[in-house]
């Protein structure tokens, strides 16, 4: 065993950087216009999923945000994630999909998808305690 191994589990996960995608969400772009050129990126669909939420339509920001959620996950698994292990909220490319976690666990509460709504907060609070608090989850 190398010394440099984690004795306490896997190692975290951490997505590749998506300059073009975070600088055209960051300068203002549309978040659908975002995901047109970028359909593959979390952030942007997590970003139509809190717009969605915040405008009062929980069934759309659920697909927005289950959709985001599944092309992260896609993404974590290119990167070595094993279905478990911590996914840190503050390397930046993880954001994405720890939002787009956060945001499927409201709207499957505000349609009333109880087990889903557990299940998302408990895997966003595996993946990273700090991520509960940046998304606001614990205090939903």
């Known amino acids: 065993m190398a010394l440099d191994s984690n004795l306490l589990g896997p190692e975290p996960t951490r997505l590749p950087e998506r300059p073009d995608a975070q600088a055209a ?67 930046r490319p993880n954001q994405g999909f720890l939002r787009a976690l956060a945001a499927l666990a409201r709207a499957a509460e505000q349609i009333g998808e109880v087990d889903e709504q557990r299940r998302c907060a408990q895997f966003l609070a595996d993946s990273d305690p700090e991520a509960v608090t940046a998304t606001g989850l614990g205090s939903a």
């Open 25 to 91: 969400l960051a300068g203002g772009t549309d978040p659908a216009e975002v995901v047109r050129a970028h359909p593959d990126f979390s952030e942007a669909w997590a970003a139509l999923a809190e717009r969605a939420l915040r405008d009062g339509d929980p069934v759309t920001g659920y697909a927005f945000a289950r959709t985001g959620y599944h092309r992260g996950l896609d993404q974590l698994r290119r990167a070595g994630w094993k279905g478990h292990g911590p996914i840190p909220w503050a390397h």
